[in-house]
């Protein structure tokens, strides 16, 4: 069994910033690649950015580049979302997800709860 859980979500004001933190635990062998997605409201679920392993990461957004950064620490089974210069329409749910081979062999992917970011103008 694997759980992810999100934290560090919450209000703020436009031009500030948040980080997203995303825990694994549980019969972890090893975590591949970390996503965030975020879905805002009345909108479908996007993706945010991945990072590999070995830190090589991806935004799918052009608007994010320069303000959020993806960053992980696999001694810690965690990945980060630092979230700069937030704009309302940044507001969402953002959650995130993992590839994870657990100790029985088995390879899967594993969601978290989300957790909500609200940025006021």
């Known amino acids: 069994q694997v759980q992810l859980v999100e934290s560090g979500g919450g209000s703020v004001q436009a031009g500030g910033s948040l980080r997203l933190s995303c825990v694994a635990s549980?019969?972890?062998?090893?975590?591949?690649?970390m996503i965030w997605y975020r879905q805002a409201p009345g909108k479908p679920q996007e993706l945010v950015a991945h990072?590999?392993?070995?830190?090589?990461?991806?935004f799918y957004d052009d608007s994010l580049k320069g303000r959020f950064t993806i960053l992980r620490d696999n001694a810690r089974n965690t990945a980060f979302l630092q979230m700069n210069s937030l704009k309302p329409d940044d507001k969402a749910v953002y959650t995130c997800n993992a590839n994870v081979k657990t100790e029985d062999g088995r390879t899967r992917d594993v969601w978290g709860q989300g957790v909500q970011v609200t940025v006021s103008s």
């Open positions: 549980g019969s972890i062998l090893r975590i591949n690649t």
């Open positions: 990072i590999t392993r070995d830190g090589d990461s991806e």
